[in-house]
T-cell receptor, first 115, second 114 residues
Framework: AQKITQTQPGMFVQEKEAVTLDCTYD???????LFWYKQPSSGEMIFLIYQGSYDEQNATEGRYSLNFQKARKSANLVISASQLGDSAMYFC????????????FGTGTRLTIIP | DADVTQTPRNRITKTGKRIMLECSQT?????MYWYRQDPGLGLRLIYY???????NKGEISDGYSVSRQAQAKFSLSLESAIPNQTALYFC?????????????FGPGTRLTVL
């Protein structure tokens, strides 16, 4: 069974600093996808970034990058130059390529950016 | 207009009542999902559907049923609501089997069962 672990329930970061949110995963599949979603206080789920298991390069999307270490089964999210609007819950998720293709979510990290 | 909409956005109901949560999408996606979010537990899959004739249980389907009325519509029903079904419910869609097809989420329905 797939499992996602996010070990940081909460983090406080000074504005403009970079922050790394940890995510480790467990799967027996060879083909899978890793996602990060942001959930602000308003509740919606906002897609941030995707990394495929066969992608050789780390994914980047603007200020977001994914530090993918396949051998260690980790997929950490890095946010550069944090902003006050980055304060939110962040969820790491994994999707199997076959079967029901559901997303398996971690328990999330609450990030608070301090002015 | 939003691509994935959910109605109602908030609902308070009493134990034993039947309630339906509705989801509509304009993305033309075949795959639709219902998730439930509880504090500290992330999102968990309730039901999913790959097309109108294909409906499958997720990891926490007990106490829930679904109906795929059309490609664009996927509703979730609680036949007899109970307090531990109080949660935030999300509908999601995705477009295909390609691994980088993200799931697009609706805004969520906050359900309280008294």
């Amino acid at each position: 069974a797939q499992k996602i672990t996010q070990t940081q329930p909460g983090m406080f970061v000074q504005e403009k600093e970079a922050v790394t949110l940890d995510c480790t995963y467990d799967t027996s599949d060879q083909s899978y996808g890793l996602f990060w979603y942001k959930q602000p206080s308003s509740g919606e789920m906002i897609f941030l970034i995707y990394q495929g298991s066969y992608d050789e390069q780390n994914a980047t999307e603007g200020r977001y990058s994914l530090n993918f270490q396949k051998a260690r089964k980790s997929a950490n999210l890095v946010i550069s130059a944090s902003q006050l609007g980055d304060s939110a819950m962040y969820f790491c998720a994994m999707r199997e390529y076959f079967g029901n293709e559901k997303l398996t979510f971690g328990t999330g990290t609450r990030l608070t950016i301090i002015p | 207009d939003a691509d994935v909409t959910q109605t109602p956005r908030n609902r308070i109901t009493k134990t034993g009542k039947r309630i339906m949560l509705e989801c509509s999408q304009t993305k033309g996606h075949d795959r639709m999902y219902w998730y439930r979010q509880d504090p500290g537990l992330g999102l968990r899959l309730i039901y999913y559907s790959f097309d109108v004739k294909d409906i499958n249980k997720g990891e926490i389907s007990d106490g829930y049923s679904v109906s795929r009325q059309a490609q664009a519509k996927f509703s979730l029903s609680l036949e007899s609501a109970i307090p531990n079904q109080t949660a935030l419910y999300f509908c999601a869609t995705s477009g295909g089997t390609s691994g980088d097809n993200e799931q697009f989420f609706g805004p969520g329905t906050r359900l309280t069962v008294l």
